[in-house]
């Protein structure tokens, strides 16, 4: 079965980096996109990036652009995202996600979250 687990959150000052890991498995990871979601409290969830199978295109949330990096690593089976110049908005967990076509129907697969908190 699918299964996404992501790594590397916790606390940090503002300013400072962080960087998810999200390990894979349970699919053709080299074929599918790979994105990083983002749930801070009493807020909808939201898109921050995403990164084509190839890892030759990615998009970002317009607040995180210049500061944060997806990348990721087909031989592993990893989906990464360097967090750099962290702000206290950044606060959320963070969640590895994809999303698997099988004939007429697609299945979003979420990972179990990892907790980011920027604070001084």
């Known amino acids: 079965q699918v299964q996404l687990v992501e790594s590397g959150g916790g606390l940090v000052q503002p300013g400072g980096s962080l960087r998810l890991s999200c390990a894979a498995s349970?699919?053709?990871?080299?074929?599918?996109?790979m994105s990083w979601y983002r749930q801070a409290p009493g807020k909808e969830r939201e898109l921050v990036a995403r990164?084509?199978?190839?890892?030759?295109?990615?998009n970002y949330a317009e607040s995180v652009k210049g500061r944060f990096t997806i990348s990721r690593d087909n031989a592993k089976n990893a989906v990464y995202l360097q967090m750099d110049s962290l702000k206290p908005e950044d606060t959320a967990v963070y969640y590895c996600?994809?999303?698997?076509?099988?004939?007429?129907?697609?299945?979003?697969?979420w990972g179990q979250g990892t907790r980011v908190t920027v604070s001084s």
């Open positions: 990164i084509i199978s190839t890892g030759g295109s990615t």
């Open positions: 996600n994809t999303v698997l076509i099988k004939g007429l129907a697609s299945y979003s697969y």
């Open positions: 349970g699919f053709t990871f080299s074929t599918e996109a």
